[in-house]
């Protein structure tokens, strides 16, 4: 697996992507998280709502079972105290009820802010990236073998724009039908070029033999 180009321009700007992303990603989590924060203290009035209620009905309903443990006080002098119990522990329960409204939505909202951006970003980068790793692990593998250079170019011939095969030969095409070796290595050094990757190494016996 070959993660980033042999040739500095290429390997440069690959590096500084990856850097870029993994501060995109870092970002937007910490917004995130200061949005979550933020929303939760939406929380606050329930979490005080919660205790006072709470705090309310165990006082009322204290005095409640202190009045009926009186002898011969009946129990309906004790039954308001206890339906404003009741009514307290329903405030306590409202309270608790906003506090996971507010929690949920901090988790909602929070979610949200962090995924669209970075799935945006990955949807773009991310396949980009996995196709060049791809490509350039397996034009690395076949750029020392004679056989491997026959495959680039061809995968030259089919992929690179034609202003640049031009360049090499208006009659680039006809030559690497015949075999030429020099057309054969200029194709596949346009194509190891075009991934960022160093030239073939060519053996004394393999370099193309020119006559005088």
Same mark, same amino acid.
């Given at each position: ?7 500095? #321009? ?5 590096f ?6 993994? /501060? ?17 203290k939406l929380?606050? $009035? ?6 006072? +209620?709470? +705090? ?6 204290? &005095? @409640? ?5 009186? $002898? @011969?006080?009946?129990?309906? /002098?004790?039954? #308001?105290f206890?339906?404003?119990?009741? %009514?307290?522990? !329903? ?10 409204? /507010? ?10 802010? *962090? =995924?669209?951006? /970075? ?7 991310? $396949?980009?990236r996995?196709?060049? *790793?791809?490509?350039?692990? !397996? =034009? ?6 004679? &056989?491997?250079r026959?495959?680039? &170019?061809?995968? %030259?011939?089919?992929?690179? #724009? ?9 009659? *680039? ?5 015949? +075999?030429?070796?020099? &057309? ?23 370099? #193309?033999?020119?006559?005088?």
């Amino acid at each position: 697996m070959k993660l980033y180009a042999d040739r500095a #321009p290429t390997a440069l700007r690959q590096f500084l992507t990856d850097v870029f992303v993994v /501060v995109w990603v870092y970002v937007w989590v910490r917004l995130g998280m200061t949005l979550f924060d933020l929303i939760q203290k939406l929380a606050v $009035p329930g979490q005080k709502l919660e205790s006072a +209620g709470t +705090g309310l009905a165990d006082n009322l309903k204290g &005095a @409640g079972d202190k009045i009926n443990g009186v $002898p @011969g006080v009946p129990d309906s /002098v004790a039954a #308001p105290f206890t339906s404003a119990a009741n %009514a307290a522990r !329903s405030l306590a329960d409202a309270g608790h009820q906003q506090q996971e409204i /507010v929690n949920d939505l901090a988790w909602i909202l929070s979610v949200l802010l *962090i =995924a669209v951006p /970075v799935t945006m970003l990955v949807l773009v980068w991310l $396949p980009l990236r996995i196709r060049w *790793i791809r490509r350039a692990g !397996s =034009a690395a593998r076949l750029r020392n073998a004679t &056989a491997g250079r026959d495959l680039l &170019a061809l995968r %030259a011939l089919a992929t690179q #724009p034609l202003g640049k095969l031009v360049k090499i030969d208006p009659e *680039i095409a006809a030559l690497w039908r015949r +075999g030429d070796k020099q &057309a054969v290595e200029a194709l596949a050094s346009l194509e190891l070029r075009s991934l960022g990757l160093r030239p073939a190494v060519i053996s004394l016996s393999e370099r #193309p033999v020119t006559h005088l």
